[in-house]
Nanobody
């Protein structure tokens, strides 16, 4: 059984930084981070392959966010720098059983409960 637990969200001022963590049990998968702002659809933020070699980012976060993983700890991270008010959302980590590079929410098989990130301007 796959379980994903996010942590690290909180309130931060614009320009600040946060690091989100996603602890996974039940296997090693390609992992993604998604976010959902109030009244909006869930959107892709970043993806990392099983090995950690390949990463993808949404254009809106490129150069500011970094996804990484430590497979020995079964944990995926999202380092978020230069945060903006428009980054405010609930952030979810998700696991994809497929090895195909996929960036849309429906492709992912398992989801965490989400962690709130609020950026004040």
């Amino acid at each position: 059984q796959v379980q994903l637990v996010e942590s690290g969200g909180g309130l931060v001022r614009a320009g600040g930084s946060l690091r989100l963590s996603c602890a996974a049990t039940g296997g090693t998968y390609a992992m993604g981070w998604f976010r959902q702002a109030p009244g909006k659809e869930r959107t892709f933020v970043a993806r990392i392959s099983r090995s950690g070699v390949n990463t993808d980012y949404a254009d809106s976060v490129k150069g500011r966010f970094t996804i990484s993983r430590d497979n020995a700890k079964n944990t995926v991270y999202l380092e978020m720098n230069s945060l903006k008010s428009e980054d405010t959302a609930v952030y979810y980590c998700a696991a994809d059983r497929s090895v195909i590079r996929r960036l849309f929410p429906d492709a992912y098989d398992y989801w965490g409960q989400g962690t709130q990130v609020t950026v004040s301007s």
